[in-house]
Nanobody
Framework: QVQLVESGGGLVQAGDSLRLSCAASGRTFSSYAMGWFRQAPGKEREFVAAIDWSGISTYYADSVKGRFTISRDNAKNTVYVRMASLKPEDTAVYYC??????????????????WGQGTQVTVSS
């Protein structure tokens, strides 16, 4: 089991950038594919970005492609998502998630067993 703690959320203006971090416990972090999801009030949780265990393969939702960048540092047991050109519609609680040995289907939340508590991102217009 891996425990996840997100940080870096906050209130920003449209057009600003923000970097979220997700720190994982345990010594097997590099065995996990990692994903970021978000949930806005009154909406279903949606996929944002994912990265495989090696950091070589990344995946993005169309709504964030070109604006968000996911990365990981296995030595620090941390995954990041840098969010640029933020829009009010990016406002949501952002969650990181871990999927052990996963190599496909990373856009589906059901494939992740471990989730963090979330961090709020609010983008004002």
């Amino acid at each position: 089991q891996v425990q996840l703690v997100e940080s870096g959320g906050g209130l920003v203006q449209a057009g600003d950038s923000l970097r979220l971090s997700c720190a994982a416990s345990g010594r097997t972090f590099s065995s996990y594919a990692m994903g970021w999801f978000r949930q806005a009030p009154g909406k279903e949780r949606e996929f944002v970005a994912a990265i495989d265990w090696s950091g070589i393969s990344t995946y993005y939702a169309d709504s964030v492609k070109g604006r968000f960048t996911i990365s990981r540092d296995n030595a620090k047991n941390t995954v990041y998502v840098r969010m640029a050109s933020l829009k009010p519609e990016d406002t949501a609680v952002y969650y990181c998630a871990a999927a052990l040995w996963a190599t496909s289907g990373l856009e589906y939340g059901n494939n992740y067993k471990n989730w963090g508590q979330g961090t709020q991102v609010t983008v004002s217009s």
